[in-house]
Structures are given as structure tokens and as C-alpha cells.
């Protein structure tokens, strides 16, 4: 957050501000606080605290602006500072993959897929959701801001503080992982994935 | 299977330059690439069957993202709550 103040707002602009920029994104607040935290209370709690920091340091945010990316990157921060130690869920984070993913550089876009067009639309929703929650949090939070949320790689490098090439690298893996998860899926439904 | 599929004959069964292609592909998906991309799409889904299955494998996994991972309800006294709260610390 900005630690430079443009100018103060009074009263009725902070008001303003907060029930017609801040109010209106909280539908997607909340479902991005569930599915990092995937429990009611600290999803609460998340979007609660969010929206209490935003009130605060109302005055660094340009009236006008992207306000749902500034929120969002508030409350992306507050999970990380405050949230992902306590969370009740365990880390489903598998280290080795991320650390393996994250220590190349050279995004592998060679990879190909068996995973039929078919069956991915046949999949259920709980199956999908299941899919995306089973990725390592930073993974679930590119797919999260680009496909749920329609995030531009911009606003998303600004919400994450990464450079976009990483941005663009780590969706790729998160799709890569994803593909993976929803490849065992069809699978188990009996579709043949093997090539013809 | 997508009928389009029926006329995978015409299109090469190899791409040359798959990463290019394919990260090109994801940024017109994710609408980052707006310059001539309907060009070179359009000529890459008639001419290549990688390029042609990554697209479309790609483009329903986004839909089916969109469609299938349904907004959790707001429960209904997070509003009053937070309005509450900022009445506190005013």
C-alpha cells in the first residue's frame, strides 16, 4: 500500500468511495478469501479485515481507479501475512513440485496433452473445483485472478508484486497442473486419454 | 468430438515452434494479445492439429473454470458486519 497520501477525503467522499468502489466486489472478495482459506470463518474474517484496512488507508487509493485490484491485493497480502499460518485447511502443497516449477525459468510449453476436449466439458462442477482447489495456493491464485476474476497479466503483476513474465510462466504451470488433475479425473470416468 | 476435427487432414500433425505457438495461443485466450491475433489464430487453427487441440483444450478448460467454480454465497451479515466495524474505528 502506498505509503504516499495524494489528499484527504472528507466524510462523505470516504462514504461514497466505500459503498459504490469497495462495496460492490465483495461476491468475489469472498470467494477468492474462500477458496485461499476453504473455511467460512476465515474467509469472513479475511474479507472483514480487508475491507477495514481499505477504509483505513482510503486516502492512498485514487478515487476512479481499479478498485478491485487494489482490493484484492490488500487482501491477498493480509492472507499471506496474517491467514496461511493459522489456516485450518493443511498445505496440500506438494514442495518438490513447486520448487522444481519455480526453479526454471524456461517455461516448457511442449508439453502436450492427452486430455480430451470431451471430457473436460462433461466434468462436474465439484470435480473442476476439486481440481483447482488441490493446486498449491500460488498456483490457485493466478487461476483464480485470470479465469474466475478476469484480471489482466497487468493488473495481476500489481496485485501479486511479480514482473509479468512470471505472471505468464506461473499460469502456464498452474494450467499444466491443473490439466494434470482434471487428465486423472477422465481417467477415472473411463475416457481413453491415450493418443489414437 | 468437435466436428471441426473431421477436416483435421488439411492441417499438419507437427508444429514447428510448439512453445511460441502455444504461449501465443494462452495470451489471446487470456485476451493479452490483440495486434493481428485474429490473423494468426485463425491461419494457426487451419494449419496446424497441435496448435488446433491446444487451442480448443485450452479454451474449454477457461469455460468450464468460469461456468463450474460458482461464486460462494456472501453470507448475508458479512455487509453489516464490516459497515459495524467501520462505524468503530471512525
Known sequence: ?196 | MDKDLNTSSKRKLNCSDESKCFELLESILDGEESSGSKEVLDEKLAKCQPCFEHYHLEKVIREVLKSKCTKHMVPAELKDSIRQKIQEIK
Open chain 1, 1 to 196: 500500500m502506498s505509503e504516499v497520501q495524494r489528499k484527504k477525503y472528507s466524510d462523505k467522499e470516504k462514504n461514497s468511495i466505500f459503498d459504490h468502489e469497495f462495496l460492490p466486489h465483495i461476491d468475489s472478495m469472498y470467494n477468492f478469501a474462500f477458496r485461499l482459506t476453504f473455511d467460512e470463518d476465515d474467509a469472513k474474517d479475511l474479507v472483514q479485515d480487508t475491507y477495514l484496512k481499505a477504509y483505513r488507508f482510503i486516502n492512498s487509493f485514487e478515487k476512479g481507479t481499479n478498485a478491485k485490484a487494489w482490493l484484492f491485493r490488500i487482501l491477498k497480502n493480509s492472507f499471506i501475512n496474517e491467514y496461511r499460518k493459522k489456516s485450518k485447511q493443511p498445505s496440500k502443497v506438494d514442495y518438490q513440485e513447486v520448487e522444481t516449477y519455480y526453479n526454471s525459468d524456461n517455461v516448457d510449453y511442449n508439453m502436450t496433452s492427452d486430455l480430451r476436449v470431451d471430457a473436460v466439458k462433461d466434468m462436474l462442477g465439484d470435480e473442476i473445483s476439486n481440481a483447482l482447489n488441490s493446486l498449491a495456493v500460488d498456483f490457485r491464485t493466478v487461476i483464480i485472478l485470470c479465469d474466475l476474476e478476469g484480471f489482466t497479466y497487468e493488473e495481476m503483476a500489481k496485485i501479486l508484486d511479480i514482473p509479468i513474465g512470471t505472471v505468464r510462466s506461473r499460469l502456464h504451470r498452474a494450467r499444466n497442473l491443473l490439466k494434470d488433475k482434471l487428465r486423472s479425473y477422465a481417467e477415472n470416468m473411463g475416457y481413453d486419454t491415450e493418443e489414437d
